[in-house]
């Protein structure tokens, strides 16, 4: 089984930024890709933007690109979303995820960190 915690969440206004971190834990030897995932409030959760583990290859979504910024250490087993020139519409819920190798998907979850935009 694979873990993943996250931190970083919180309260900022409009134009600052923020780093989310999500730390995995356990069988991290078989994660292929790594992603941050997002609900905003009555919305469906979207993709951010995801990292292979190994390569580094990333993809970001639309409304993020040029803002949002995913990295990671494999030393750490961390992962972390730069978020600058935060905007209102990056309200969210945000849940890092983990996909392991021969698997389709994200299976594995963090609990979710709030971050608010007040404009």
């Known amino acids: 089984q694979v873990q993943l915690v996250e931190s970083g969440g919180g309260l900022v206004r409009a134009g600052e930024s923020l780093r989310l971190s999500c730390t995995a834990s356990g069988r991290t030897f078989r994660m292929y890709a790594m992603a941050w995932f997002r609900q905003p409030p009555g919305k469906e959760r979207e993709l951010v933007a995801s990292i292979r583990w190994n390569i580094g290859a990333t993809y970001y979504g639309d409304s993020v690109k040029g803002r949002f910024t995913i990295s990671k250490n494999n030393a750490k087993n961390t992962m972390y979303l730069q978020m600058n020139n935060l905007k209102s519409d990056d309200t969210a819920v945000y849940y890092c995820?983990?996909?392991?190798?021969?698997?389709?998907?994200?299976?594995?979850w963090g609990q979710g960190a709030q971050v608010t935009v007040s404009s």
């Open positions: 995820a983990g996909q392991e190798l021969g698997r389709d998907g994200y299976h594995h």
